[in-house]
């Protein structure tokens, strides 16, 4: 099949559509790639070649021993079988690492509905029960990064859909072994490319070894041009030889090594943002202080904002702004969903109302180029837009099945209850260096607390902390940051005949009942000097809802703009659109988690899990083209 591409917002990058594989065997009943013409594993046993080549010729499970965490790359996922043994040889190791950390890059995955068939027939039966969880946690088919974890994030697995010439040097991880396990270099030369045995060296750990069924000659000579020392080992079944390395040096890239032992960070600002780096910290083991001033002033930030949507976007060109809201949607279903009450989303799924009629067409050449699951999203025209809301609705649109419906305040709560998490209500005025880290002072100058990490997480509130602390001076974007008032109206389900069975966005929104009524919203206040709930802004979010709908509803149009609760908040929107998360290259110990806009949904868990891979050492959810977009400056 031809491959469509449309170029990206970054220099010589290319969207390529991600490409499924296709089930199917070979004479002998062996599962079998057609278009490589190759077969997935050894005749002679694939879990007798993944214990003698990968395993034994990385010197596992002896090297993991005495260690913190030990992490490892794969070329060529498959069905995971190499994965399922070598987190089977980790259980089954008393001496095992705390930690093992996963990546690996497949260029064709399977659906999930296959992978599971799969797993179910050909997994060896000592690994049959981590094959159903593999199975259970498989991604939908979307290009990029997707991070699984099991054994209550002991094990991380970071899948990358795609070109692994694409993913490699977008990837940050500090690797202790190599698996290189693709189709066989004359069949599928690119992953064997020289300039990707470059990129996977760039990421080596000091000691890191490599090991591969594969034995040519020009294969040792591209490793060793790589930088790695290679040589040729006994093989395994019927084959003569593998090939065996040790990195000669650490990778240029590779991430830095992480703190010894769990750390103690001070979250400032208990909002979405900072909620959801607490939750990442503490779940790894940190103390998590996090200085509210809201609680300070009895005003718990998104206190009263009874519920908000989490859609992803998506753009024809899968720009950078869509490839976040992707991750970030990933990230939180992951970590959100096991959260008690209603703190945990709601997948309902949203309708996306088109702007107007006319761009149909547009709108279908979009999803054909990005050739995303019908599952995640489709297009949808009126009768079946109005079909999945349960109400008649003005247009067709596209549907995301994994819409989520998100009660703020509730969500907030629960993240700040993770043990390990204590609230510290205070205003923060400046950071300054201390012997050990760094002191939070408030306006009269008194200490509120200190630590080696400081995260400031306050939205619009971090650039005066920066400015009163002579940190902002090398951020000009961060310096542009402003604050943009908003606010949502709750409005009785009845009125709405019971309100939409899902998310329905456009031009404003309109949310299903959370029991208290339908939230809509929402408005855009400039320069405003407080945000605050008016008959104004009801008038907008009452209207913008009102133009969603297909119908009339008498009891909805009798509603009085300025008689009806809701939620007013402010919004930290910096230049693009795009937060500001990182830590701050003058000012080491100091991070920013900032300018999250209206997709502070969107980007809570995933930035959380970001900052925390970074300190921890873990390879990092986000590939490093996006995390360079956001990173402070």
């Known amino acids: 099949m031809p491959q469509r591409c449309f170029p990206l917002d970054y220099p010589s990058v290319t969207y390529v559509p991600l490409t499924p594989a296709v089930l199917d065997y070979d004479a002998d009943g062996r599962l079998f790639s057609p278009v490589y013409g190759d077969v997935y594993h050894s005749p002679s046993g694939a879990l007798g070649q993944v214990e003698h080549v990968f395993l034994r010729g990385n010197g596992l499970p002896e090297r993991w021993r005495g260690?913190?965490?030990?992490?490892?790359?794969?070329?060529?996922?498959?069905?995971?079988?190499?994965?399922?043994?070598?987190?089977?040889?980790?259980?089954?190791?008393?001496?095992?690492?705390?930690?093992?950390?996963?990546?690996?890059?497949?260029?064709?995955?399977?659906?999930?509905?296959?992978?599971?068939?799969?797993?179910?027939?050909?997994?060896?039966?000592?690994?049959?029960?981590?094959?159903?969880?593999?199975?259970?946690?498989?991604?939908?088919?979307?290009?990029?990064?997707?991070?699984?974890?099991?054994?209550?994030?002991?094990?991380?697995?970071?899948?990358?859909?795609?070109?692994?010439?694409v993913l490699a040097p977008r990837?940050?991880?500090?690797?202790?072994?190599?698996?290189?396990?693709?189709?066989?270099?004359?069949?599928?030369?690119?992953?064997?490319?020289?300039?990707?045995?470059?990129?996977?060296?760039?990421?080596?750990?000091?000691?890191?070894?490599?090991?591969?069924?594969?034995?040519?000659?020009?294969?040792?000579?591209?490793?060793?041009?790589?930088?790695?020392?290679?040589?040729?080992?006994?093989?395994?079944?019927?084959?003569?030889?593998?090939?065996?390395?040790?990195?000669?040096?650490?990778?240029?890239?590779?991430?830095?090594?992480?703190?010894?032992?769990?750390?103690?960070?001070?979250?400032?600002?208990?909002?979405?943002?900072?909620?959801?780096?607490?939750?990442?910290?503490?779940?790894?083991?940190?103390?998590?202080?996090?200085?509210?001033?809201?609680?300070?002033?009895?005003?718990?930030?998104?206190?009263?904002?009874?519920?908000?949507?989490?859609?992803?976007?998506?753009?024809?060109?899968?720009?950078?702004?869509?490839?976040?809201?992707?991750?970030?949607?990933?990230?939180?279903?992951?970590?959100?969903?096991?959260?008690?009450?209603?703190?945990?989303?709601?997948?309902?799924?949203?309708?996306?109302?088109?702007?107007?009629?006319?761009?149909?067409?547009?709108?279908?050449?979009?999803?054909?180029?990005?050739?995303?699951?019908?599952g995640w999203v489709r297009q949808v025209d009126r009768d079946e837009a109005s079909a999945l809301a349960g109400l008649p609705l003005a247009r067709g649109g596209v549907f995301f099945a994994q819409g989520m419906l998100v009660q703020p305040g509730l969500l907030i709560d629960a993240l700040l209850a993770t043990a390990g998490v204590t609230i510290l209500p205070g205003e923060v005025a400046r950071v300054e260096r201390a012997e050990q880290g760094w002191s939070l002072r408030d306006a009269s100058g008194a200490e509120l607390t200190r630590a080696d990490t400081v995260v400031l997480a306050n939205a619009a509130g971090a650039r005066g902390v920066l400015s009163d602390s002579g940190l902002l001076g090398p951020l000009p974007r961060v310096a542009q940051m402003h604050a943009l008032a908003g606010e949502v109206t709750l409005v009785p389900a009845a009125a709405l005949g019971g309100g939409p069975r899902c998310i329905v966005g456009g031009e404003g929104y309109l949310l299903p009942d959370v029991g208290a009524g339908c939230v809509v919203g929402s408005t855009y206040v400039h320069d405003a000097t407080e945000a605050r709930i008016g008959a104004e802004g009801q008038r907008v979010t009452l209207g913008k809802a009102a133009g969603l709908l297909g119908a009339r509803y008498p009891d909805f149009e009798a509603l009085a703009p300025g008689s009806l609760p809701g939620w007013a908040g402010w919004r930290a929107v910096l230049p693009g659109r795009l937060p500001a998360v990182g830590e701050l290259p003058h000012a080491p110990g100091v991070w920013l988690a900032v300018g999250y806009a209206s997709r502070g949904l969107s980007w809570s868990a995933l930035m959380g899990d970001v900052i925390a891979a970074r300190l921890l050492g873990e390879p990092s959810p986000l590939e490093t083209d996006l995390a360079q977009l956001i990173s402070p400056r």
């Open 67 to 165: 260690r913190g965490a030990f992490t490892v790359c794969e070329t060529g996922f498959g069905m995971g079988l190499n994965f399922l043994a070598l987190w089977k040889a980790w259980r089954d190791d008393p001496q095992r690492p705390a930690a093992l950390h996963v990546v690996s890059m497949e260029g064709h995955p399977f659906s999930r509905e296959d992978m599971s068939a799969l797993l179910a027939r050909h997994a060896p039966g000592p690994l049959a029960e981590l094959a159903r969880r593999l199975a259970a946690q498989w991604p939908a088919l979307l290009p990029g990064l997707h991070r699984l974890e099991f054994e209550n994030g002991a094990v991380t697995l970071t899948l990358g859909f795609g070109d692994a010439q």
């Open 171 to 374: 990837l940050s991880a500090r690797v202790d072994a190599f698996f290189l396990d693709g189709f066989a270099p004359e069949r599928n030369p690119r992953m064997w490319a020289p300039s990707l045995l470059r990129d996977l060296a760039a990421l080596a750990a000091p000691g890191a070894t490599l090991a591969t069924w594969a034995c040519t000659g020009e294969l040792r000579r591209a490793l060793q041009d790589a930088g790695f020392e290679v040589r040729r080992a006994p093989g395994y079944g019927g084959k003569w030889h593998m090939t065996v390395g040790t990195a000669a040096m650490e990778g240029r890239k590779a991430a830095p090594a992480p703190r010894e032992g769990p750390g103690h960070a001070v979250v400032v600002g208990a909002g979405l943002a900072g909620a959801g780096i607490a939750q990442a910290l503490a779940g790894r083991g940190w103390r998590v202080t996090v200085v509210d001033a809201g609680r300070a002033h009895g005003a718990p930030t998104h206190a009263g904002h009874l519920a908000a949507a989490l859609t992803p976007v998506v753009a024809r060109d899968d720009n950078a702004r869509a490839r976040l809201s992707r991750a970030g949607s990933g990230r939180a279903l992951a970590r959100w969903q096991g959260l008690p009450g209603g703190a945990a989303p709601r997948v309902c799924g949203t309708v996306q109302v088109e702007r107007d009629a006319g761009r149909s067409a547009a709108l279908a050449g979009t999803l054909d180029a990005l050739a995303f699951p019908a």
